[in-house]
């Protein structure tokens, strides 16, 4: 009996050993030439105009962090900005098409939103005052951010008469003039305007022609140009901040011209609905994740043949829409998606990608009520921190669950590789080959003193419960400095010739100071 019982012991060990060993894996990184390029301010993040009263689901979560009921002196908030050094951030949303501005002679009354049922996505027309304006300007002055703002692109047009959701006639652009003449008399700084918010193809809840929409885009084109005559400091124009359709965006990209659209922005919700109960593994599913993909090679694709002076823009995406996932889209594991995101669109030559939302939302990088960062505020600080503009193929020969991108270092030598680990099972240990490296051993038998350790920023959540709401940054827990202050973020340096272990359920960014590639140089 003790017999089979030791050996029932000693295979139950065996069995362990195997489950919970780490798989080896060789990620092979291409350093001579880049395969695309971001912009420098590649990560970027939205702040909307929803008021209290939107709901999805029986549930109400954008609480107090609309554009014009968000606390703006919040030390979190500004905090939480400033740490980029700087911030993009995009102030538009579903409710721009129905804001007026305060200013001029275009609007004498400045109401709130309020519900109505024939209203686009139920709500009222809304007006955004001067003082609000100038409240929303300190706050990008006092942390460096830097603003997209998304104009109403449906001044002066009608609803169409054969069809409930076209909206006909030019884009009346006076209010927009106003606006941009008092910005300019108090010295605002505006990075790029952007025309709409999903009016494009099939709509959301209204729509406009490609034609149509080409012909509004160059207006506001010269609109910029005349207002802002040093093309050094002229904001960009950006359009159509929608959902992609090759055709619509063939067409208007073709139709609106040479040197007229900057960004060509579209939008991405890939996971489905918030209220999805599949959306926990939808997030962990790697071939789920690639359906995607196709997207974003046609939009670059489209950016090739008809718009070459323009770049592909993620304007928004939240994961999950209808304001994310109760449950997940604040949690660690929204990580899996946000960051593998930013790795693949950045492959696809996408120059900026911005993530619904700032605050508000179950969705947000900011808690709503307590404005605590959630932990893909963490991932994607630690992204525009380590990850430059320049991006490396790269490949892997093990799993589809272990997701791998690199970059150029930002600022200093080397090149800095991202290892996402979907499995809740496996780990991998990851050596990284430079592909012009034709005799690895030889590389070892440099003077050590010349030897710059590997720099590892490992995140995984708190108690192993990818649902957690806290980070832990190299196995300590990311949390504000009793000043409110963002903690700093050290890596753990490691010996650049031992494998990287990427843990089940763990997010990594490794950078790699010696490793020569031709194009960080």
């Given at each position: ?59 109400c979560p954008w609480g107090k962090s609309g554009v014009l009921n968000l606390d703006l002196k919040n030390k ?215 359906q995607i993909a196709q997207t974003y090679k046609d939009i670059s694709e489209t950016v090739k043949e008809f ?54 939302g179950n969705y947000a990088l900011l808690n709503t009520t307590t404005f605590i960062p959630n932990p893909d ?145």
């Amino acid at each position: 009996m003790i017999a089979k019982v030791t050996v029932l012991s000693i295979l139950l060990l065996l069995l362990s050993a195997v489950s919970s060993s780490a798989e080896d894996v060789k990620v092979t990184v291409q350093g001579a030439t880049s395969i695309a390029n971001t912009d420098d301010n590649f990560v970027c993040a939205t702040i909307d105009w929803w008021p209290i009263n939107k709901c999805d689901y029986n549930q109400c979560p954008w609480g107090k962090s609309g554009v014009l009921n968000l606390d703006l002196k919040n030390k979190i908030l500004s905090n939480a900005i400033k740490a980029f050094q700087p911030l993009r951030i995009r102030v538009g949303g579903s409710l721009q098409d129905q804001v007026f501005y305060k200013v001029g002679n275009s609007a004498k009354k400045c109401p709130h939103f309020k519900l109505r049922k024939d209203g686009l996505f139920g709500f009222s027309k809304g007006c955004l005052s001067m003082n609000r304006w100038d409240e929303i300007n300190d706050l990008f002055n006092q942390t460096g951010a830097m603003m997209t703002f998304g104009l109403n692109a449906l001044i002066g047009r009608k609803k169409s008469k054969t069809d409930d959701t076209l909206w006909e006639g030019d884009w009346n652009a006076q209010n927009a003039r106003d606006l941009m003449k008092y910005t300019i008399s108090k010295g605002y700084k505006i990075e790029s305007y952007e025309l709409g918010n999903e009016l494009c193809a099939s709509g959301v809840s209204a729509k406009v022609s490609a034609e149509q929409y080409a012909k509004d885009i160059v207006a506001l084109k010269n609109l910029v140009r005349e207002m802002y005559p040093d093309a050094t400091t002229q904001p960009k124009v950006l359009g159509p901040a929608g959902f992609f359709d090759k055709q619509w965006f063939n067409t208007f990209l073709e139709k609106s011209g040479q040197d007229v659209v900057d960004g060509l922005t579209h939008h991405i919700y890939n996971l489905g609905p918030g209220n999805d109960p599949e959306l926990i593994n939808r997030i962990q599913d790697p071939y789920y994740l690639d359906q995607i993909a196709q997207t974003y090679k046609d939009i670059s694709e489209t950016v090739k043949e008809f718009g070459p002076w323009s770049g592909a823009w993620v304007g928004e995406a939240g994961g999950a829409f209808n304001s994310g996932g109760k449950y997940v889209s604040h949690t660690f594991a929204d990580g899996f998606w946000f960051l593998d995101q930013l790795g693949m669109t950045s492959t696809f030559n996408h120059k900026v990608f911005c993530r619904q939302a700032l605050i508000g939302g179950n969705y947000a990088l900011l808690n709503t009520t307590t404005f605590i960062p959630n932990p893909d505020y963490y991932g994607s600080l630690l992204w525009h921190r380590l990850m430059g503009k320049n991006v490396l193929a790269t490949t892997q020969n093990a799993s589809p669950y272990l997701r791998v991108y690199s970059h150029c270092s930002k600022e200093k030598p080397g090149i800095t590789v991202l290892l996402i680990n979907l499995s809740n099972s496996t780990s991998f240990d990851v050596s990284v080959i430079n592909d012009m490296n034709l005799y690895p051993s030889q590389e070892q038998t440099q003077d050590s003193q010349d030897e710059k350790p590997r720099e590892e920023y490992h995140l995984t959540p708190e108690g192993g419960n990818i649902q957690s709401d806290v980070v832990l940054l190299n196995g300590t827990p990311l949390k504000l400095t009793n000043s409110l202050d963002i903690p700093s973020m050290e890596p753990k340096l490691a010996d650049r010739y031992s494998p990287i272990t990427v843990a089940p359920h763990s997010i990594v960014f490794a950078t790699l100071r010696d490793f020569k590639a031709p194009a960080c140089a």
